[in-house]
């Protein structure tokens, strides 16, 4: 599928920004979003084809916006949302719940 | 937020434990790293026979040092040489040899790295400070789900007194992604 993903050869996005002694996450939640990834790889939600379609299908100007464990999140809310084991709507809810909790 | 959100409710649901996810973390942020791929470099630079199996199978031979799993199954080494020098990317995502190099660097993934080193690589080489000969052919070598690459690097010269952990310390991560060349080590 040819797709805003296959980037190879194209033009104009810029110089290669590196960063010394970097840490594998950059903040906290990177790491739970990685964690996250072996849950529900071991529990057979999805493989990883599908794990990186979702990723694919994303919205091109998303994809190019947001950072890498971005594109996971959104993954993970597509396909647990298909497979239907979380809703968009539930997932809200419980969104709005921590935040008025005030946890973090 | 949205995490913590997403965890919670799979959490709830029985189908994450959140311990797990610990461990997960600090396995990677601890133990699987460059350094692995650092100790399979200086072994082939120290034992030519390790070379030549590496080369020939790069999957075995790594799992040879304990190496070996998730995004590591299927691996191939490519050597540099005088006349050769490779460089690996992902054009698509983000595909990397996790047993051997740990978790890829941000600008590994990122759009203008996996855009720009398969149409200019000199100049993305260029811009990680290595100028190389006219004369040496540059490959670069597209992974996928299925196959990742190891770059061996070119041994430095004046290192043949060397052990093979003092080798081991010189070689860097981006070395072993092509987008760096071994130094010789401060005499």
Not at chain 1, 18 to 42: C, I, L, S, T
Not at chain 1, 60 to 72: K, M, V
Not at chain 2, 20 to 25: E, K, P, S
Not at chain 2, 146 to 155: D, G, I, K, Q
Request: glycine residues 8%; negative net charge; charged residues 25%.
């Amino acid at each position: 599928m040819n797709g805003i993903h296959d980037l190879g050869g194209m033009h104009g996005l810029g110089p290669i920004d590196q960063e010394a002694n970097e840490p594998y996450f950059h903040e906290e939640w990177e790491g739970r979003v990685f964690g996250m990834f072996f849950a529900n790889f071991a529990q057979g939600h999805f493989n990883v084809d599908q794990f990186r379609h979702a990723i694919e299908r994303m919205d091109p100007a998303e994809y190019l916006q947001s950072s890498y464990y971005e594109h996971w999140l959104h993954a993970f809310e597509t396909l647990l949302h298909e497979k239907g084991i979380i809703s968009p709507d539930e997932l809200d809810r419980k969104q709005a719940e921590l935040s008025q909790a005030g946890d973090s | 937020m949205r995490v913590k959100a997403l965890e919670t409710l799979l959490s709830e649901k029985g189908l994450v434990d959140s311990s797990a996810i610990d461990t997960v973390i600090e396995l990677y942020e601890t133990k699987i790293g460059p350094r692995n791929g650092a100790a399979v470099v200086a072994r082939a630079w120290s034992d030519p026979d390790y070379k030549a199996r590496l080369l020939e199978n790069g999957t075995k031979a790594i799992a040879e040092l304990g190496f070996e799993g998730v995004q590591g199954e299927d691996m191939m080494v490519v050597e540099n040489t005088d006349s050769v020098h490779n460089v690996v990317v992902c054009t698509l995502c983000s595909c990397y040899p996790w047993p051997t190099l740990g978790l890829p660097p941000v600008w590994y993934k990122s759009a203008p790295y996996r855009s720009k080193v398969v149409r200019d690589p000199r100049g993305v080489l260029s811009e990680f400070g290595v100028e190389l000969p006219d004369s040496v052919e540059i490959r670069v070598w597209d992974s996928n789900a299925e196959l990742r690459y190891l770059v061996l690097p070119n041994r430095p010269a004046g290192t043949d007194d060397l052990s093979e952990a003092e080798l081991a310390e010189l070689v860097t991560r981006d070395s072993m992604i092509g987008t760096a060349l071994v130094a010789a080590p401060a005499s």
